[in-house]
């Protein structure tokens, strides 16, 4: 069992930056890979940023793309996001996800087996 913590989350202003972070105690931390995934009340969760093992490779979803950073410190067992110019739209709270096997996409929910308890990031206009 992989516990995953996510810290990092507030109420910030429209253009403002946050930086969240997902940490997993364990030696094992490098054999996942970690994906960011949001959930706005009434929707469904959706990916927004992943990163690779060795955190060589990253994607990200087209909403993000360009505002958000995801990077990895494997000797502190730390992903982070970077959230920058962030907008209304992105108001969520935000999960990260743990995957042991390599993923297909690194998009899709169903390739995550462990998961935080979320951050909440609320962006007022």
């Known amino acids: 069992q992989v516990q995953l913590v996510e810290s990092g989350g507030g109420l910030v202003q429209a253009g403002d930056s946050l930086r969240l972070s997902c940490i997993a105690p364990g030696r094992t931390f490098s054999t996942y890979a970690i994906g960011w995934f949001r959930q706005a009340p009434g929707k469904e969760r959706e990916f927004a940023a992943a990163i690779s093992r060795a955190g060589d490779r990253t994607y990200y979803a087209d909403s993000v793309k360009g505002r958000f950073t995801i990077s990895r410190d494997n000797a502190k067992n730390t992903v982070y996001l970077q959230m920058n110019s962030l907008k209304p739209e992105d108001t969520a709270a935000y999960y990260c996800?743990?995957?042991?096997?390599?993923?297909?996409?690194?998009?899709?929910?169903?390739?995550?087996?462990?998961w935080g308890q979320g951050t909440q990031v609320t962006v007022s206009s």
């Open positions: 996800a743990g995957a042991p096997h390599y993923p297909r996409t690194y998009r899709a929910t169903s390739e995550y087996v462990y």
